[in-house]
């Protein structure tokens, strides 16, 4: 279902605003619409102001309660340098949603295992939360270039059991995300392993998982500007398949997944959204965060 309606002094109104790091930001919006039947895995598409580009986000949380949504995004060009300069009380011009295919979350699985990679954890968070209210035992491996860029640690704790791994060793396990995965596969036995982070580290998770034939899911980032399914921005190729991840996804098996297309396609406007951040300007697809949200 998709809402876009609202007047901007009535709506979409930021209630909370946390940085997580020097990159990261946290905010709680006021969405009524979309806070009423969003699901795990689901996203929104918002713009800044009326002027501004369309920007997927993945719904980090929703509160239903207090007809709210939480979003985590990195500051990655103009348009979410731009939303950072927002602050508590401010409103946004739009938030569109929810979109996309939930996440398929089933409670027959005795144990699953999340792996996040950077801001990945802020997606990969109200599936294992919507999994640990249906009686499934979940672990979550955090992961990060440092200390600094682990996030939502303390969300995690409350339901899941939480492994560390940092690429400098300054918290938990020195070492990447797939060596965690390995050193927990030891250990433990998994049911499925959902793994959301850059592609490069979902490639990395299910080449691994692959061989140990363990089901995985990941959630796709490609270049999204509509989220319809109109601009075809968004194709994927899963399991020789031509997909749209804002319609088919952006969930989908990681076994099926061509990451290195994928890979390819995302850096298709790599110089034009330096430049776009290098003259202050907006062009469409310069600022991608989602529909999930990566390092």
Not at 23 to 38: D, F, G, K, T
Not at 76 to 95: A, F, M, P, Q, V
Request: glycine share 10%; aromatic share 6%; with cysteine.
């Amino acid at each position: 279902m998709f809402h876009g309606l609202g007047k901007v002094n009535d709506m979409y109104k930021i209630l909370k605003k946390k940085r997580l790091n020097s990159l990261v930001c946290l905010m709680e919006i006021e969405a009524p619409y979309v806070a009423r039947s969003c699901q795990p895995g689901q996203f929104v598409i918002i713009r800044v102001d009326e002027n501004g580009e369309r920007i997927p986000l993945t719904i980090a949380d929703y509160h239903r309660d207090r007809n709210s949504i939480t979003i985590v995004y990195q500051e990655l060009g103009y348009s979410t340098r731009k939303l950072s300069t927002k602050n508590e009380g401010d409103h946004i011009s739009d938030c569109a949603g929810p979109l996309g295919v939930p996440a398929e979350l089933d409670g027959k699985y005795k144990r699953v295992l999340g792996v996040a990679g950077g801001v990945g954890a802020a997606p990969l968070l109200p599936q294992l939360k919507k999994l640990a209210s249906m009686g499934v035992e979940t672990h979550v491996i955090l992961g990060g270039r440092s200390d600094e860029f682990v996030i939502l640690e303390e969300e995690f704790q409350g339901f899941a059991k939480v492994f560390v791994c940092t690429d400098d060793g300054s918290r938990g396990m020195k070492g990447n995300v797939v060596d965690g995965l390995k050193d927990l596969v030891s250990r433990y036995s998994y049911d499925k392993v959902i793994a959301i982070g850059p592609l490069p580290m979902m490639k990395a998770v299910v080449d691994y998982t692959k061989t140990i034939n363990i089901p995985t899911h990941v959630s796709l980032n490609p270049i999204m500007i509509d989220g319809t399914g109109m601009c075809g921005g968004c194709r994927v190729t899963v399991g020789g398949e031509t997909k749209f991840a804002c319609v088919d996804g952006p969930d989908f098996d990681g076994f099926l997944v061509d990451f290195d297309e994928a890979m390819m396609r995302q850096t298709k406007y790599r110089n034009l959204e330096s430049k776009c951040t290098e003259h202050h300007c907006v062009l469409k697809g310069g600022d991608n965060n989602a529909p999930q949200a990566t390092q």
